[in-house]
């Protein structure tokens, strides 16, 4: 059986396969081509140290996991980038729980990037944090 938070990364990748006509890879290297549409790498992140509650033992996490968002598509690159980032903010928003799965799931604002690629289109990339905040009974599971 998966631990809680390999259930609440599998979901929030889940979610963020909702997002139309763009691939999420989980913990995957960049590929050498990037689709037209864009493409999402959901990278697993740190859980960080977490609060601690007693009777019953509880571990409270801010896990802070990691969206890399890449596009590159020539003169409409930047339009993409920002529709992109829009629909993955409205995925977020409509299940800040991960169907029950997470306290509150947010997304934190991204800080894009231009990069040359030699021979081809520059790419637009970004790394947007996501905070999962939920609690496991242990800080192994």
């Not at 909702?18 to 960049?30: A, C, D, F, K, Q």
């Not at 590159?72 to 980032?85: K, P, Y």
């Not at 729980?97 to 970004?126: F, N």
Request: with cysteine; glycine share 8%; aromatic share 4%.
């Amino acid at each position: 059986m998966p631990s809680p938070r390999e259930t609440i990364l599998t979901a929030l990748a889940d979610l963020l396969r909702t997002v139309p006509h763009v691939p999420v890879l989980r913990g995957e290297v960049l590929p050498e081509r990037i689709p037209p549409s864009g493409l999402m790498i959901l990278r697993d992140g740190n859980p960080g140290a977490p609060g601690v509650t007693l009777s019953p033992l509880m571990y409270h996490y801010q896990h802070r996991a990691e969206l890399e968002v890449i596009v590159q598509a020539g003169e409409e690159r930047d339009a993409r980038f920002d529709r992109l980032i829009g629909r993955i903010g409205a995925a977020v928003s409509a299940d800040r729980s991960l169907r029950g799965l997470c306290d509150w799931v947010e997304a934190e604002a991204p800080e894009p990037v231009d990069l040359a690629v030699e021979g081809s289109a520059t790419i637009k990339a970004a790394i947007i944090p996501i905070i999962l905040h939920y609690a496991a009974g242990d800080p192994l599971s």
